[in-house]
């Protein structure tokens, strides 16, 4: 952190600012400038402490420089993570592809879809069971009973399930009947229930949310690990901004700002992150160009009649010929589509 | 809602498309154009039903036309809200002050302000015993002891009490100590939490979300109504943009708009607005002038060794000499502040 | 300017970096701490030089921590500008009114409005002869015609007259006949345009850009007092976010943020922060109790039939009972409005 | 154009209000439905004639239907337009490249880069005379000088020239030395410019501006048609978001939102979408797979001593390994890169 003094502040009250940091058990390092002293100071517990120097006499500005997560942090762990869900890794060599219905309908409608991903080369089936609506007039999700359809389309494809909670009694269930617990991009700073997901036994899909940066991202991804649970894989899904033209900005440029960062597993989401149809499969490309180590996509067999986010899914036929496009962009970032 | 067909489309491709919107349960009014034949379509549940035709053959766009909320709309209850925390009332006339320490630290800091706040004259105390934090390791908050701190804070005050609650146990925690629960930005689209509040006994503030809508945010209050609770109060608390001097971007315009669509009454926070002590005042005298039913403003009497958000907290005296400047205010939007 | 080298860097690799910044004229100081060594960087022109030192090895990030703008800055004069408007101070004591059509439609209209707003209590006339419109295809304004009827009703009602230009043959215009220059918001970073009213004689009124930040908003103010015009008066019109209830937002924050920092007179236009004729009256009110130096409103005596922004135009009727109410509100921010 | 009535509204009132529709020339079409009636408006001139209904009495909201763009639209021109730069296409079938230092610094550097692109595979050679810089005290570019360099760069090479213009004065020279005009993001709405861009002998490159919409960043490019030049290329440079982590937002959805609406190609400018140097590869893979018609790409041979930007240029070894990364995407999205 660095504490910028006023222009003309003099050295009593320079000193007297260096007292104050000391006072709180860190170190001032002072650095007269031409103009102004700044006083470095060390010790402190990242940016989060800043704000504390601003209202001291003479101080003009505080700067914060080193961050606050340690665990999912590179400095910590320098080697990529693989986190497995069933039998399938996320990260590491292999492009990951998770994709299903956005709602679990009905057991026909996730069979079908199902069985339609995993012959196109999907690896993870994703579906709904608890759904998270703006509208309290909107389809809510079948519950546990959408859980049950997800575990038998399970039985019947052998592609592990994905499932989003969205409180505390929802984790419970989830982390019974599903290999991954998916935390939305509306309850990224839900702390109550990322610490509940930090205990669970499964690994956590953590989605941005919608106006989270980098930092906020990675600090809800930190409440996990602190818990216990270090199989975390990151979620883009598009951030709100003024652009109109699709439901969300898709801000592809955090797939290198993680790997950078953290060493966790990045997916990005291409349906949420675009909504309209036709969006979604350059945006899969582009995601997978980027580096993402997977994609989560939602696929709908007869998208006009769905319950909830049709115009965003593709149907299966798209989505086979999406895989065969990744399977040809995979080995130019040196990975692989299997 | 308008679907608009593209240039060219037939008579039998319009008829088409106005047959699946009848097969929906809706009705179809094709209006045709110079250029272009739209169908107005009437009988749905709002704009979140729009998505559904952006997907039928020969459609250019859906536009949507109604919205979704009921309860909390003036075409279901045209006069004011007011809703009694304790016995303070919020809406109607008067402007209503709520104040006190971002955080409960202790027993003595808490009484400190909290009797500094009535001698100004504060309307409500606010105080956080559970807090949403960033980052696992900053200080969140005493839990129930500060919730019984806050009691005794009222019991020495005679100030009605409010103070966030972060998950199901907590509001059961809240619903108990407190005259009024608060759901904070972070948890707005929390949408368990907003059923469990809706269960509550007592009132509700709801503060806006980072990058909330309109139409999310009274969906959001809705969620509450739908549950049977409709003391309801909104607080707009600044949103995320690209500004860069201000911590969140205090969106005042939401006022007025609110005050059109919507009977609840709403609070302004410039604290949260705007993260810097020095821009509390301004933004309270704005937020006044413009049309807000009240206030939510954070004082420390020793804001430099705050556990959070010392330095968007104002001291006792700032707060003092602002509520002075309020009182002269009021009357020009016709309001009293007693 | 601060740069922080990465965890584990040797003493080697930091010196490395100290002799790059001591070769490009600036000194270093490094600070060193427990997980990492910074390096305090002086002599340098403010946070545009902080880029290059990004990409030096073994530098994990580079924090700017001074400012470009000089010629603006408080630190380079410390009271308060006070520009002149014809004869009309802007800055200081009194709270200014510029009021007055959006668009010069004809000689009738203008001097109907003008009339109006000097008999409610307005001290300067706004009116655009040259029009910035989103498409070619709308009216563009009367151009010079226009301008002589913005002198015609000079003449009639002794107020004063403010205009925009467009580009530098809109300058030499605009200085002939008007008492005062408008850049708009789309032209705040046309450096071309800045330059030639930095050579202009009169004052300039500039409009912060759409997504301009505090600091790119001060340089282009910069731009124009370094070619020795320094009657720049600032002026707030909201911002493009993704909120959806007004056709910008109003970002009031930055009135106190520009007083701290800087000398000149800045503006509100809750005209344009609005777009709508009801949020008028509300953001004006707001904007004189968060310190402006004054307003820029709208007025058009048949909104309805305007050339353009019309929505957002309000009646004189309306003006006039504005001005009464910011009568009641300019005492308590110690102004007088008379 | 849709204008909706307040529930409630009597059939007089309805009358009313289609009469004053009628009475500016428009057809309205009355729609009753169960809770509102709505007016379908035609031979309205788009969305820009909304705002003018929403003041009348009774209407609720006024929603836009139809576009003001014309000449830029598919339904004017259906196939996809190919713009010649000197001899190279762009649009249609190829990937095309430009690429070149952000600004020119010296002969010997321009040649040093030119040469090193060309031979990586470059088919258009870019640099800066004139350069747009936030700070007066920038670098502001060569100016004339730079447009001889730059013209000498291309005898050297045969790559054709691109560079851009700052102002009227700025588009006589370019126009006379380089092979096309690049409009910048900050004049995306310089409409003065526009026009005159509209009336060059040499195609334009349009970059988005910081915060254009869709509508927008298409209607500036309807200007530069309408005013008989139709060689226009579009360019995504990014946009202005709370996103902290890159210098802007690459909105790389636009290219398919354009494709769909435009006949007009797209090229995407990684460099300054992104503004750092790591993240220029992976985003122009993605820039590639999501469809656009070519990147633009910021090279310098020593980019920590370049005199702009030095921190997004990336080096000719960078650049020669992206353009072998390219040639594997370009199949995949039915493109090739020669």
Do not use: W
Request: a neutral charge.
């Amino acid at each position: 952190m660095l504490v910028v003094m006023r222009k003309g502040a003099t050295a009593d009250e320079i000193r007297g600012v260096a007292e104050a940091i000391e006072a709180r058990g860190f170190r001032a390092h002072p650095i007269p400038g031409a103009q102004r002293t700044a006083i470095g100071v060390t010790g402190n517990k990242g940016a989060l402490d800043a704000p504390v120097f601003e209202s001291l006499p003479d101080v003009l500005e505080v700067i914060p420089v080193s961050h606050a997560y340690k665990l999912v942090s590179r400095e910590v762990k320098n080697e990529d993570t693989i986190v497995r869900v069933g039998e399938v890794p996320v990260g590491g060599r292999g492009l990951t592809i998770v994709a299903g219905p956005c709602a679990v309908e009905s057991r026909e409608q996730t069979l079908i879809v199902a069985r339609a991903i995993k012959k196109a080369g999907a690896h993870i089936l994703r579906g709904g069971a608890f759904k998270p609506r703006t509208s309290p007039y909107s389809f809510q999700g079948l519950g546990e009973e959408g859980l049950r359809i997800l575990a038998e389309a399970r039985e019947a494809t052998g592609l592990p399930v994905v499932t989003e909670a969205l409180d505390n009694d929802g984790v419970d269930l989830v982390e019974r009947y599903a290999d991954a617990i998916q935390i939305g991009a509306r309850n990224m700073q839900n702390f109550s229930l990322l610490k509940r997901a930090g205990r669970a036994k499964k690994p956590v899909i953590l989605k941005r949310g919608m106006s989270a940066t980098l930092e906020e991202f990675l600090m809800s991804a930190e409440y996990i690990l602190s818990e216990g649970n270090y199989d975390v894989i990151l979620c883009e899904r598009g951030v709100r901004t003024f652009s109109d033209f699709s439901r969300n900005t898709l801000d592809l440029a955090i797939v290198p700002a993680v790997k950078k960062i953290s060493h966790l597993p990045i997916l990005v989401d291409p349906s949420h992150g675009t909504g309209s149809r036709e969006k979604v499969a350059p945006l899969s490309r582009a995601s997978a160009a980027v580096g993402a180590d997977g994609l989560m996509i939602e696929v709908h067999h007869a998208p006009n009649t769905a319950l909830s986010d049709g115009p965003q899914s593709i149907t299966p036929e798209m989505f086979a010929q999406l895989v065969q496009d990744l399977k040809q962009i995979a080995p130019v970032i040196d990975r692989s589509l299997t």
